[in-house]
T-cell receptor
Framework: NAGVTQTPKFQVLKTGQSMTLQCAQD?????MYWYRQDPGMGLRLIYY???????DKGEVPNGYNVSRLNKREFSLRLESAAPSQTSVYFC????????FGPGTRLTVT | SQQGEEDPQALSIQEGENATMNCSYK?????LQWYRQNSGRGLVHLIL?????REKHSGRLRVTLDTSKKSSSLLITASRAADTASYFC??????????FGAGTRLAVHP
């Protein structure tokens, strides 16, 4: 099992560009999550999906949209990237404990 | 805003010593979880303690939970250089949404 996979691993965007971060899990988990981690801080929840077809806002949803494409896949979209969105993005899935992907390091210039 | 606050922010010890990290939180919880993050990597789940539990062990890890004080501690016994990492506590609500603290950076020196 691959667990939770994320693509891409690294991305550089210019202000105003858009992109989609992809996440997939092969553990048949219902719940999936997107977090961001800024230097010296813990993770902050952007959006989560308790089950296929549902999504809800987390602590810092502004500037992001998500799609729960099916049970396996949960994507995060930045419509118009801003320098404040420079961060490391982690996807996770869970039953109780959460399993994390390796992260996407995003820089917005 | 972050729910949990870890203390200390950084901890430096020698191999073989014990490391204790503390976590305080603000609201009622369903469970509390501890995670480890090696530099530049994703988080790895270590242990989960439910709100009706007071202590839990896993290998060299011991976690306590005091819901009256809204605090938890993680003890790593007989530390190894490979334990060098950042450690985060996270509180979970009934939907298993996690709120993370800022973490404790542990350095274990050979």
């Amino acid at each position: 099992n691959a667990g939770v996979t994320q693509t891409p691993k690294f991305q550089v965007l210019k202000t105003g560009q858009s992109m989609t971060l992809q996440c997939a899990q092969d553990m048949n988990h219902n719940s999936m999550y997107w977090y961001r981690q800024d230097p010296g801080m813990g993770l902050r929840l952007i959006y989560y999906s308790a089950s296929e077809g549902t999504t809800d806002k987390g602590e810092v949803p502004n500037g992001y949209n998500v799609s729960r494409l099916n049970k396996r896949e949960f994507s995060l979209r930045l419509e118009s990237a801003a320098p404040s969105q420079t961060s490391v993005y982690f996807c996770a899935s869970s039953v109780y404990e959460q399993y994390f992907g390796p992260g996407t390091r995003l820089t917005v210039t | 805003s972050q729910q949990g606050e870890e203390d200390p922010q950084a901890l430096s010890i020698q191999e073989g010593e014990n490391a204790t990290m503390n976590c305080s939180y603000k609201t009622s919880i369903n469970n509390l979880q501890w995670y480890r993050q090696n530099s530049g990597r994703g988080l790895v789940h270590l242990i989960l303690i439910r709100s009706n539990e007071r202590e839990k062990h896993s290998g060299r890890l011991r976690v306590t939970l005091d819901t009256s004080k809204k605090s938890s501690s993680l003890l790593i016994t007989a530390s190894r250089a490979a334990d060098t990492a950042s450690y985060f506590c996270a509180t979970a609500d009934s939907y298993n949404k996690l709120i993370f603290g800022a973490g404790t950076r542990l350095a274990v020196h050979p």
